[in-house]
């Protein structure tokens, strides 16, 4: 098997410097993340997400530590160049710095992921700069955060009046400052965000937050057709998987029903 190089936090500097995009999408499996990293994704995040995705519930917050790290560590056995980031959920994060740091720290050492997310600004800067101090590579997230959906009471647009656009702007100062290596912005005015990314050294990954980020992020459901009906206004669907899935299944129903299947050369006689 060739030699793949694996890309660090590194050559996504390297990427805003010289201008090139960087891809990044969610998996949750080893399958899917062998399929995103062939496809040249730069970095697989195993996002919350996974909760309203794969795991089957209506939002991100009942995602627990033990069901992301064991998506986490099955990512990391698919991915062989992308980064792999974990997603920290609700809860593992907020209670204590002591916390925080002994959790984070399990997806590098358990799973043997490349770093981990977590949602918030400023308020979590501090936090932000333990976990570098303790060589754990943060991606912040800010702008619209999935977590707050309760407190929030649903997900919006984030910084359309000025007020809330300074405020965004110096969670993105505020987590570079803390040593974060890129920040998502998700759903935030393009303009905002075209604002931002010039002012930031480290990579801004949009999503929902329009082009003129140094990259973007997407859910993997969403744009391989595999998540229902709904698709969010930031995504594009590049195929219909689910639809051939069906398809595919189907046959194989009516083959084992009309006993065409197996077949000469599928057992042994
Ligand atoms: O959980 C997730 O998938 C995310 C990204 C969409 C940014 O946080």
């Known amino acids: 098997m060739d030699e793949i190089k694996k890309l660090t936090v590194r050559?996504?500097?390297?990427?805003?410097?010289?201008?090139?995009?960087?891809?990044?999408?969610?998996?949750?499996?080893?399958?899917?993340?062998?399929?995103?990293d062939e496809a040249g994704m730069h970095l697989i995040l195993v996002g919350d997400s996974a909760g309203n995705t794969v795991l089957g519930y209506k939002n991100t917050i009942p995602v627990t530590m033990e069901e992301s790290l064991m998506l986490t560590a099955a990512v990391c056995r698919g991915a062989r160049r992308a980064m792999v980031i974990g997603d920290m959920p609700f809860m593992s994060y907020q209670i204590s710095e002591a916390e925080a740091i002994r959790n984070a720290g399990r997806y590098l050492k358990e799973c043997g992921a490349d770093g981990v997310k977590l949602e918030g600004g400023k308020k979590f800067a501090p936090l932000i700069r333990r976990l570098v101090d303790s060589s754990i590579p943060v991606f912040a997230h800010i702008g619209l955060l999935p977590q707050s959906v309760l407190k929030e009471g649903g997900y919006r647009m984030h910084g359309k009046n000025d007020a809330e656009a300074e405020e965004i702007l110096e969670d993105a100062l505020a987590v570079?400052?803390?040593?974060?290596?890129?920040?998502?912005?998700?759903?935030?005015?393009?303009?905002?965000?075209?604002?931002?990314t010039a002012k930031l050294h480290?990579?801004?990954?949009?999503?929902?937050a329009g082009p003129g980020c140094d990259g973007q992020i997407q859910v993997i459901t969403d744009i391989l057709g595999l998540g229902g009906a709904f698709l969010p206004r930031h995504a594009k669907r590049f195929a219909t998987l689910a639809d051939e899935a069906v398809k595919a299944l189907k046959g194989y129903v009516t083959e084992v029903r009309k006993g065409v299947f197996p077949a000469e050369g599928n057992f042994t006689k």
């Open 11 to 36: 050559d996504l500097w390297k990427m805003k410097q010289a201008g090139e995009k960087i891809v990044c999408v969610t998996s949750y499996d080893a399958i899917f993340a062998r399929i995103a």
């Open 176 to 196: 570079e400052e803390a040593g974060a290596f890129a920040v998502t912005l998700e759903g935030v005015t393009a303009s905002l965000a075209e604002k931002i």
């Open 202 to 208: 480290i990579p801004t990954i949009g999503i929902g």
